[in-house]
């Protein structure tokens, strides 16, 4: 299984790009949000997801690994196949996702193509209060291809909401307050400016 690739970019095409990896081009489809980000000519580091069938095996390449962890993740809900998947990560950053499940704002799911009402209830449903996956290989991959705040804030985020589950909270209730917090305090927010911010959220009313 290839988990990363590390090369030249050869070409781009239309959800497609060829890494060149020591003289092999490798054929890896992605979104447009992650080809934006690739220059044909210049150095690139991916995540790689695999996808093997009785007929292909298909690699699809992201910027950053909490990016490959949501596509692999979302598959999980029924009705959510890669295209679908990706299109969902197009429309919407990894942290976006996580507030978008955490408030059931199903509307914002429904903005990706292919992902009509009720499939975005069906992802809401699926993984509200639960926790969100880690990207593998989170730290410094990617990095070169990213702003250096977006994978950072997304990484604050699932650390936030880890830190109040291990102080008693509920996932679900951790989620809403860290994405509650998040709105208020600002995307970069940092992991310790979040917690606080989410515990005066989770707080009650006096």
Same mark, same amino acid.
Do not use: C
């Given at each position: 299984?290839?988990? !990363? ?7 781009? &095409? ?5 890494? %060149? ?17 690739? +220059? ?27 990016? !490959? ?6 598959? %999980?809900? $029924?009705?959510?196949? /890669?295209? #679908? /998947?990706?299109?969902?990560? %197009?429309?919407?950053? +990894? ?9 059931? %704002? +199903?509307? =914002? ?5 292919? #992902? ?34 977006? $994978? /950072?804030?997304?990484?604050? !985020?699932?650390?936030?909401?880890? =830190?109040? #589950?291990?102080? &008693?909270?509920?996932? &679900? ?7 509650? /917090?998040? !709105?208020? #305090? ?21």
């Amino acid at each position: 299984m290839i988990g !990363r690739l590390r090369g030249m970019i050869a070409a781009i &095409g239309e959800g497609q790009a060829l890494i %060149d990896v020591n003289g092999v081009g490798y054929l890896v489809h992605a979104g447009s949000r992650s080809l934006a980000k690739l +220059t044909v000519g210049e150095a690139a580091e991916l995540h790689i997801e695999t996808q093997m069938s009785e007929s292909a095996i298909r690699l699809f390449a992201f910027v950053s690994g909490e990016d !490959r962890a949501w596509f692999s993740r979302l598959q %999980d809900a $029924p009705g959510v196949g /890669a295209k #679908v /998947a990706l299109s969902i990560l %197009d429309a919407l950053t +990894t942290a976006q996702l996580m507030d978008a499940i955490a408030l059931a %704002d +199903t509307a =914002a799911i429904s903005r990706a193509n292919g #992902v009509g009402k009720k499939l975005a209830e069906r992802i809401v449903t699926e993984f509200k209060g639960k926790p969100p996956p880690m990207g593998l290989f989170a730290s410094g991959i990617g990095a070169a291809l990213t702003t250096p705040a977006t $994978p /950072a804030a997304t990484g604050a !985020r699932a650390a936030a909401i880890s =830190a109040l #589950v291990n102080l &008693g909270y509920t996932p &679900g209730d951790a989620s809403r307050a860290v994405a509650t /917090a998040a !709105r208020d #305090v600002g995307e970069q927010a940092t992991e310790s400016t979040l917690i606080r911010a989410a515990l005066k959220a989770l707080a009650p009313a006096s």
